[in-house]
């Protein structure tokens, strides 16, 4: 009787784990608590994956509220040029300049550091790391039954080489002459000539040694993700019975680990023409009244270069998005996922056709026309296993019997999302619309929305969801709805305006409007942005402070299951060990998806078919 | 922590170690892609410098493959328990491996001396950033083999598990390598 005392309830679960179990042996050695026995090996130079997730997550939010903080600022300059900016000073010291009448303003080549810096870290640092980072470590050895990675020790590499990423970025931000400038994807020859602007020097340095490290850290965890999805599953996992979560950060792991080294080879070319006088992309350049002894290179060499990585890596944000809203619908709407394997191809093909569409960046560059329409064909083929995605994810959805917690709500906040920016992505792919449309706020408006926005909806959606599983509490939900709420409108009131800008010409990273006399006339439509803006970034200061309260504070977790998923994750004990399952492992019995089947409301996937019971869903 | 590792994973057709090396080799094989097709786009768009190869780079690539043999018959031996000739190739194969280093950086200098230096033309860029990013791998797999004559000459010969894993990752890694060097080899003799 001691025992029930201690553990009250056994679970179902756990009762069947012990009975069809793979017993592998795990716990007679004592490994375990020799690599996780002190606070460093258990917090910092952790090896567990769970540990690892969290320090990817709380990494992505430190970048994510500093990124955030940016866009702010060079919002106030684009809605507000007139007002006086001195306040920003104890922040921004130099950056802003105050003339004889005390106005503060903000300076022109700081706005450009202050737009670059922005994109590169949310683009990789949070949407990259922080999104995928975080939950293929959480869930892959969960979801899949294993009990860590394939290797832990390269997988803490991977964090504390994003981490070393991170410390050099954040050290360019304080240079006296600025961080890098010259937009995030760091075209040549602003980024190739250190006298090309103030941030080209030191600060592309640093910003091109910070990216080096963090492909090393990309490529570190996708070599993990890929061995440990194809090598570790439990018994009776097959691939067929993986959950859509995994599948997609299977797949963006690949697509990670075959387009970062080509954006390598672009840095390596670029740091010989910026250090070794040899002229890759340089040619025939005059700066400063003189010309450059530079001739031969083509800086539509480095945008191949570039986008061969720049447009996979949309799709490596987007793809886990993708995976976590899948489960989390189908949860939620205690109905499994509609049309399983159409999702597993359309993940497929999405992750294949990525790697064929990236000149729909180079319209404009002057590639051939006729070349750019066998780009323009495969861009639009994209909506195909993207339409497929949608309608699925609605069917899944339809005649559910939903519960609306935050996670859900998201979930469909992604959806939404996703068709608003994705439409839009249609007129853009195409090379002649393209002509009046590229970088204007049309293209702005349009990745914020689909790879921004949605990629932060399938976050928010995942730790809402999986949070009780990362600390064994739960995050606030009525907090959670006003956040949804809050972003879900605050969001669409900043984006959805900027296709009218778009349309209208306005482009996107110039400094002021105001003097233009076509644009100067949204003027009262750029603060609408603004406003909007600052009150969506107060409500993720709702989430932060939700988040941090919860972890210690939350309401505590009483059940193994709460939301009565089918998945592994949730057998693990309410705070799993190392090893993820105290005794066997669990082996699966069938797919991840039985929800409302016979009469069931769920069945675990740890669960023998019954008498009868047909594996057909 | 290794026994349990093979333990835990005896139910595989292959080790997860060596997957996900041969994962690796994908992911630098994609680089040296990039590289390659690099340099056929800006071939075709002018403007660029004939020059012949330095024969050097012929003569190295048989450095190379022999380097090859001698660690895959040191390879051999480990297993038979010829630890004369495990030891002795072993120690070959690491020579030859530095060989190929000083040849090629000699191969760089008969470049410079014939009128093609780095910055000379894109042409001749391509030829110094490529073959030394594969220089460097080599370094890195001579690293590698400076690891396992430790093992070699410190252990005493015995054929575990463990030891025949880590010498299969070294031996893949470094036929890798050699592979790659013939791949960029014939790209150069193709297109220069």
């Not at chain 1, 990216?211 to 067929?240: A, D, E």
């Not at chain 1, 006003?482 to 482009?507: N, Q, R």
């Not at chain 2, 060596?18 to 800006?42: D, E, G, P, Q, Y």
Request: net charge neutral; proline share 4%.
């Amino acid at each position: 009787m001691a025992n029930t005392a201690i553990k009250p309830v056994v679970t179902e679960e756990e009762l069947l784990i012990e009975e069809y179990g793979y017993d592998d042996h795990f716990h007679e050695h004592h490994h375990g608590d020799k690599y996780q026995s002190n606070f460093i090996t258990t917090y910092i130079f952790s090896q567990d994956h769970k540990i690892i997730a969290k320090q990817f997550l709380i990494t992505g939010m430190f970048w994510a509220i500093i990124g955030a903080l940016m866009s702010l600022v060079f919002r106030l300059q684009l809605g507000f040029p007139e007002e006086n900016m001195a306040w920003l000073r104890p922040v921004l010291g130099k950056w802003i300049t105050i003339n004889d009448a005390g106005m503060g303003s903000l300076a022109p080549e700081f706005y450009y550091a202050l737009v670059t810096m922005h994109g590169t870290i949310l683009v990789f640092f949070v949407l990259t790391a922080g999104l995928s980072g975080t939950f293929s470590n959480l869930l892959i050895p969960l979801q899949i039954g294993a009990r860590d990675m394939a290797s832990p020790f390269l997988n803490m590499l991977s964090y504390w080489f994003f981490f070393l990423a991170g410390m050099i970025m954040f050290f360019s931000l304080f240079l006296s002459t600025g961080p890098f400038a010259g937009g995030w994807t760091a075209y040549p020859p602003l980024s190739a000539l250190p006298q090309a602007s103030s941030g080209s020097g030191a600060g592309m340095t640093l910003w091109i040694l910070s990216l080096v490290f963090f492909v090393v850290s990309v490529l570190l965890g996708g070599i993990n993700y890929i061995t440990t999805v194809l090598n570790l599953r439990t018994k009776g996992m097959t691939m067929w019975r993986l959950p859509l979560t995994i599948w997609a950060f299977f797949v963006t792991a690949i697509l990670g680990l075959l387009s970062f080294p080509v954006l390598v080879s672009g840095f390596l070319l670029l740091m010989f023409d910026r250090s070794m006088g040899t002229s890759f992309y340089l040619s025939e350049i005059f700066t400063g009244g003189q010309a450059l002894d530079n001739v031969g290179g083509s800086p539509i060499l480095y945008q191949h270069l570039f986008w061969f990585l720049g447009h996979p890596e949309v799709y490596i944000i987007i793809l886990p998005a993708m995976g976590l809203v899948s489960e989390v619908l189908s949860v939620h709407s205690r109905k499994p996922i509609f049309g399983y394997k159409a999702m597993v191809y359309s993940i497929l093909a999405i992750g294949f056709l990525s790697f064929i569409v990236w000149a729909h960046h180079m319209f404009m560059s002057g590639v051939n026309p006729f070349i750019s329409n066998f780009f323009v064909i495969f861009t639009l083929i994209i909506a195909v296993p993207s339409a497929v995605k949608v309608f699925n994810w609605i069917a899944t959805v339809y005649g559910g019997n939903i519960r609306f917690t935050a996670a859900s709500l998201f979930a469909i906040g992604f959806v939404s999302m996703f068709i608003s920016g994705g439409l839009t992505g249609i007129f853009l792919g195409n090379s002649a619309i393209d002509i009046q449309l590229h970088d204007t706020y049309f293209v702005v408006a349009h990745f914020h929305i689909v790879m921004g926005v949605a990629a932060f909806f399938g976050m928010f959606a995942g730790i809402y969801n999986w949070f009780p599983k990362m600390f064994g509490r739960f995050m606030n939900e009525t907090l959670g709805k006003l956040h949804f709420w809050g972003t879900m409108i605050g969001a669409y009131a900043v984006f959805w305006p900027m296709h009218y800008l778009g349309m209208a010409g306005v482009p996107r990273r110039y400094y002021r409007f105001d003097s233009f006399e076509a644009f100067g006339q949204f003027s009262a439509m750029n603060q609408f942005i603004t406003i909007a803006a600052i009150i969506t970034f107060a409500f993720q200061v709702i989430f932060v402070v939700n988040f941090f309260y919860s972890i210690w504070k939350g309401k505590k977790m009483t059940t193994l299951n709460p939301w009565g998923a089918t998945t592994l994750e949730w057998t693990t004990p309410i705070n799993p060990g190392h090893g993820n399952w105290p005794g066997k492992i669990p082996t699966v019995q069938r797919w991840a998806y039985d929800y409302g089947k016979d009469g069931k409301e769920f069945i675990s996937q740890v669960k023998p078919l019954e008498e009868g019971e047909s594996e057909t869903h | 922590m290794e026994a349990v590792v093979a333990k835990e994973f005896s139910r595989n057709k292959i080790h997860p170690r060596k997957f996900a090396l041969w994962v690796a080799c994908a992911s630098i094989m994609m680089m040296f892609a990039a590289f390659t097709s690099a340099i056929i786009v800006r071939q075709a768009a002018g403007n660029w410098l004939e020059f012949r190869l330095p024969d050097i780079f012929y003569f190295n690539t048989i450095v190379i493959l022999l380097s090859s043999i001698t660690l895959h018959s040191s390879y051999l031996a480990f297993k038979r328990g010829n630890t004369n000739l495990y030891r002795g190739m072993l120690a070959a194969t690491f020579f030859l491996g530095l060989t190929f280093l000083v040849l090629q950086y000699q191969g760089w200098q008969t470049l410079t001396d014939i009128g093609v230096a780095l910055n000379t033309n894109p042409s001749g860029s391509f030829v110094y950033v490529v073959s030394g990013v594969h220089a460097a791998h080599i370094l890195g797999g001579v690293g590698v083999l400076v690891v396992a004559m430790l093992h070699a000459f410190l252990l005493p010969h015995k054929v575990t598990a463990a030891r025949k894993l880590r010498f299969e990752l070294t031996l893949t890694y470094w036929h890798f390598v050699d592979f790659l060097w013939i791949y960029l080899l014939s790209f150069f003799t193709l297109l220069y």
